[in-house]
């Protein structure tokens, strides 16, 4: 295993060695765009975003979605249209496809995306052709003017809660206003096309894709079958000028209602045995509020579990949040749990239980065990698993999700869109709940799966892990993330696990070192974003607003005179950005390619850095952040 020092700067970067897919600008028109590998993303008017992304999909009878092999890629553009062309190979687990796809942009913003696509297998799908995805904060609440394939018309609205339901149906053109009497319209050619509420699975966006879901799935693809679709964006109305110099970057920190810092944990390592004790100090150096265990008592070792929880949780000094998973007979499970963890030996901060049916009486149960400690239930899984059955059991005291940033897309463009999603669901589940608190448990960067059967060891990676856990980018987004959720009112946040390649260090004996390269007892960059947070004391949470929220955005802390801003670089590129306003004087501290192999070899002599001084005028501040690095700003008055 290499030293740390050793390691090459992409995997720092973002956990792995390689480049990202190159981002290039296109211009229809009024339109301004980026191409990257087969797909348009951010088609803007201005400053306004029309259109998030433009691509084509392929998942299959189990929602898997599965990465092409981009081929034959042909870029031409001039000063205000384009064409591109290039071809999808999918050839995975016996199912073989070809996408030819061609793009064009034109003088008047017209673009049009077209596909012609060929089964060179037989298989079974669940979504096969194109997908647009709509923005949130331009769109929530907004009408959209419909027209069926029938040549009928209606008018429904983007939704401001998130809804369940698809808001629109039977799609054959959308139609919506983008800036005074200037509207988009988007026709889609070869399928019936719907939109959903993405942000039921922590995406920051509408999407509009085809199937419609009534339809029988999985429906069969035979080799051979052809599928030829196009989608076409147009504007009409008075179309306002847009071109000018773009607007600086800058962090603008909001005065007024604050929300307060949610309790933040993590959890016991799926992957890993006890902790050990320099593990155990690392941890209670982060300030955690509370330690999570699973609790399946189907499962054959599930005592032994738990009690080695409650040793770690002792030594922690912190109190346990139990999800408890109960089985076929939920009222005898919840009173084996009360047995084996009895309310007078152990603190719990909260227990969670996940059970489908009438919850009730298991809330009753815990309660009796535990009279001082809140019950509550909720999905495990996404927030759209609370959403879909929308009912809360009687007593519960707070409702919990997880949230991830990996449902439907996987490449760091589409995270960083993601980590505001996480924030979108939090006023919508405390208005289900009825103005119950919301818990959000775990957040991961890979979805989840709970409660895990045990340790793991050998060359592959965990189904839940992802090598960029280790990196700077992990890092950023977990600024990202923990932005959202507080900023939202979340009232419990947890983070990760302890130890392992979804925690917050690396194990003495690492799990898959061939291919999560973090080396052994590293701390990985994250960490420091949650000590940071920690050791900053009793916070509120005061709303800042980044001008490019999914280049450079912050997290901004209030403790009486004090402040600590966490900013995070999302991008691979050196960037600039103005800060403010500030009071009194400041001081920086980073995280970055400079610096993070001696922060992730020895987090406890990085803590101890002497920030350096900032430069403060008419109470603002310019700083420049490498690529993928985070930094905290303090200042006091």
């Known amino acids: 295993m290499p030293h740390a020092a050793q390691l090459p700067k992409e995997v720092y970067y973002y956990g792995h060695e390689g480049q990202q897919p190159a981002q290039v600008p296109l211009r229809a028109g009024p339109l301004r765009l980026l191409y990257e590998a087969g797909n348009l993303r951010y088609v803007r008017l201005g400053e306004r975003e029309v259109v998030r992304m433009i691509y084509p999909t392929l998942r299959d009878r189990n929602w ?35 996408f030819r796809c061609v793009i064009e942009g034109k003088p008047d913003g017209t673009i049009r995306f077209e596909l012609d696509g060929e089964a060179l297998s037989t298989f079974l799908k669940n979504r096969l052709g194109i997908c647009v995805l709509h923005p949130i904060a331009e769109h929530a609440g907004r009408s959209g003017e419909i027209t069926r394939p029938d040549g009928s018309q209606y008018t429904g609205k983007f939704p401001v809660d998130v809804q369940p339901d698809q808001p629109f149906k ?32 922590g995406d920051a966006s509408f999407k509009t894709y085809c199937t419609p879901q009534d339809r029988p799935k999985p429906a069969e693809v035979k080799q051979g079958d052809r599928l030829r679709q196009t989608v076409e964006l147009t504007l009409g109305g008075t179309v306002p000028a847009v071109d000018g110099p773009p607007t600086p970057l800058q962090l603008t920190i909001s005065e007024g209602e604050t929300t307060p810092l949610p309790a933040i944990g993590t959890g016991r390592s799926s992957e890993v045995g006890e902790l050990s004790a320099g593990e155990i100090e690392r941890l209670k ?5 509370h330690y999570r265990v699973d609790v ?4 054959p070792d599930w005592t032994t579990r738990l009690q080695a929880a409650v040793r770690e949780s002792r030594q922690l000094g912190l109190p346990l949040e139990v999800m408890l998973y109960p089985g076929t007979d939920p009222v005898a499970d919840a009173n084996a749990f009360l047995r084996e963890c009895p309310s007078e030996r152990v603190s719990v901060q909260s227990i969670t239980v996940f059970q489908k049916g009438d919850l009730s009486p298991v809330v009753r149960a815990l309660k009796e065990g535990y009279p001082n400690t ?25 409702v919990a999700y997880a949230v991830d940033p990996q449902i439907h897309l996987f490449d760091n463009t589409s995270i960083v869109e993601n980590l505001a999603g996480q924030g979108f669901a939090v006023p919508s589940a405390r208005k289900l709940g009825n103005g119950r608190p919301v818990y959000v448990t775990p957040v ?38 923990l932005k959202a959720l507080a900023e939202a009112g979340a009232a419990s946040v947890t983070y990760y696990e ?8 690396q194990a003495g004996a690492p799990v898959a070192p061939a291919v999560f390269k973090a080396p052994a007892g590293a701390a990985y960059p994250l960490y420091h974003v949650l000590r940071s947070a920690g050791e900053f004391g009793p916070a509120r949470v005061l709303k800042s607003t980044s001008n490019r929220p999914l ?27 103005r800060v403010g306003p500030l009071k009194g004087n400041a001081q920086l501290r980073t995280l970055d390619e400079t610096n993070v192999s001696e922060a992730m070899s020895s987090p406890e002599t990085y803590a101890k850095e002497v920030a350096q001084p900032l430069s403060v005028t008419k109470g603002y501040t310019t700083l420049r952040l490498k690529p993928y690095a985070t930094a905290v700003v303090d200042t006091r008055e």
């Open 296 to 299: 399946a008592p189907a499962q």
């Open 444 to 481: 991961t960067l890979k979805p989840s799966r709970r409660p895990a059967t045990g340790p793991v060891a050998g060359d592959a990676l965990p189904r839940s892990s992802d090598v960029r856990q280790m990196s700077l980018f992990g890092a950023a987004c977990t600024v990202g993330s």
């Open 551 to 577: 280049t450079v955005d912050g997290l901004v802390l209030s403790n009486r005179n004090a402040r600590r801003i966490l900013l995070a670089n999302y991008t691979g590129q050196e960037q600039t950005v």
């Open 498 to 505: 302890t130890v392992g390649t979804q925690g917050l260090m």
């Open 64 to 98: 898997g979605t599965y990465l092409p092999t981009l081929r034959n890629e042909k870029i031409e553009q001039t000063a205000n249209s384009f064409r591109i062309s290039y071809e999808n190979h999918y050839d995975s687990e016996g199912i073989q496809y070809r």
């Open 285 to 289: 150096a982060l300030k955690l509020a």
């Open 170 to 201: 039977d799609i054959r053109t959308m139609r919506w206003e983008v800036a005074p009497n200037c509207f988009a319209s988007l026709a889609f050619g070869g399928e019936v096309f719907e939109t959903e509420d993405q942000r039921n699975y």
């Open 374 to 398: 809140p019950v509550g239930t909720g999905a495990n899984g996404v927030f759209m698993g609370l959403n879909a059955t929308r009912t809360i059991a009687d007593g519960a005291e707070f």
